[in-house]
């Protein structure tokens, strides 16, 4: 049987007549953008999160740079966040003017480390954007105690975090903004790209409601240039639908990787690790091994597909090639990019994907 990464159709299956449902709902309003479903998402998301406010906007990417923005950070500022993150970090802040910092990351959780977050700073240091990579939330208290000490403002990257806890706070809920997206594969996906920031500070929220339709403060009176970037009616519908079963989903994928951490740990594997204080959400399930190329093309051979995320950190792509960061800039970050391997974890793949997946692995160690 074969098990792909992911399987988007069993997922939307699973709840294909709520969607239609919300979707049809949305077709009978004959009302598109900025409405009903828009305004209900964000209460419910808030409420969710632990925060006051929620404003829907078009992207991941996207709530990262309004965000940073509307905290009056661009040009001339710098921004550090973690080496290893995925490059739309990388992108929304450099969409700000903001010039991206890469730090290096703890070597158990691979999240973003505050000392070498502290290394980094300087007087033009203005944020730093801690990513919960792979679900798993990062040291808040150590980045909180950082950040409160220089005077930073700290702008979560929650992508992979949806519904993430550190000391049973919800990630999105200690910055002065979290950033969320929705892209499908996200723990919480639309039916196509989506974004959301959460914020505690109602100028900020105000601000960004004006951002993200054009600078607009009533209806063709702006107040300033803005950008177009909106979460549209359908798709606050449908993530209507699917935030009422994210804690059941991010269970099971907490069960799934709880299967895996006890049938490979007897394999040279190294397994992810959750802090104690911290509630992973398990977005993905990244092992560690210095036989990645080998174990991947034993998985794919049998019709296991795998994924690297990522295999190379922001520092080191071309894209940022003009920065002149060398290899060594963060060598933990380095190190995990050239070992990290994620094995498929979904709701939808249950026990028995699980134990296939093992018995491969188990396979290729014992031959
Ligand atoms: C997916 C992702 C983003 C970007 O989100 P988009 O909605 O695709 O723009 C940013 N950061 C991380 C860590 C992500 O995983």
Redesign the pocket.
């Known amino acids: 049987m074969a098990v792909p990464f992911l399987d988007m159709k069993a997922h939307l299956r699973s709840i294909d007549n709520e969607v239609q449902g919300a979707i049809r709902r949305v077709l009978d309003s004959g009302w598109l953008i900025l409405g009903k479903e828009v305004a209900a998402f964000e209460e419910e998301f808030a409420a969710y999160i632990g925060v006051d406010h929620v404003v829907g906007v078009g992207?991941?990417?996207?709530?990262?740079h309004l965000a940073l923005r509307a905290a009056g950070i661009g040009s001339g500022d710098e921004v550090i966040t973690a080496a290893n993150?995925?490059v739309?970090?990388v992108?929304?802040i450099s969409a700000s003017g903001a010039l991206p910092v890469p730090a290096d990351i703890n070597e158990v959780t691979m999240t973003l480390s505050a000392s070498s977050a502290s290394e980094r700073i300087n007087n033009k240091t203005k944020a730093i954007v801690p990513?919960?990579?792979y679900g798993h939330p990062c040291n808040m208290d150590a980045l909180q105690a950082l950040s409160d000490q220089q005077g930073l403002v700290i702008i979560e990257?929650c992508?992979?975090a949806h519904g993430a806890q550190w000391k049973g706070r919800k990630c999105g809920s200690f910055g002065l903004a979290g950033?969320f997206?929705?892209?499908p594969s996200?723990n919480l996906g639309a039916l196509g790209?989506?974004?959301a920031i959460t914020t505690n500070d109602a100028a900020l929220a105000k601000c960004l409601r004006e951002m993200r339709n054009y600078g607009e403060i009533k209806r063709y009176y702006h107040s300033s240039r803005g950008y177009n970037s909106r979460l549209d009616e359908l798709q606050a519908a449908v993530l209507r639908v699917k935030l009422a079963h994210l804690d059941a989903w991010n269970a099971t994928r907490r069960e799934l990787a709880a299967l895996y951490s006890s049938a490979l740990s007897s394999t040279p594997l190294r397994m992810p690790v959750d802090a104690a204080e911290a509630f992973s959400v398990a977005?993905l399930f990244p092992v560690r091994t210095t036989q990645r190329e080998a174990v991947m093309n034993h998985l794919s051979e049998r019709d296991i597909q795998t994924l690297i995320h990522y295999p190379i950190p922001f520092h080191l792509q071309e894209a940022f090639a003009d920065l002149g960061w060398e290899r060594g800039t963060c060598p933990v970050a380095e190190t995990v990019c050239d070992q990290v391997l994620s094995l498929p974890l979904y709701p939808e793949l249950g026990a028995d994907g699980v134990a296939e997946v093992c018995e491969e692995i188990l396979g290729f160690f014992s031959a």
């Open positions: 992207s991941g990417t996207d709530a990262l993150t995925c739309p970090t992108t929304g990513v919960h990579l990257d992508a992979q950033a997206s929705f892209y996200k790209d989506g974004g977005h």
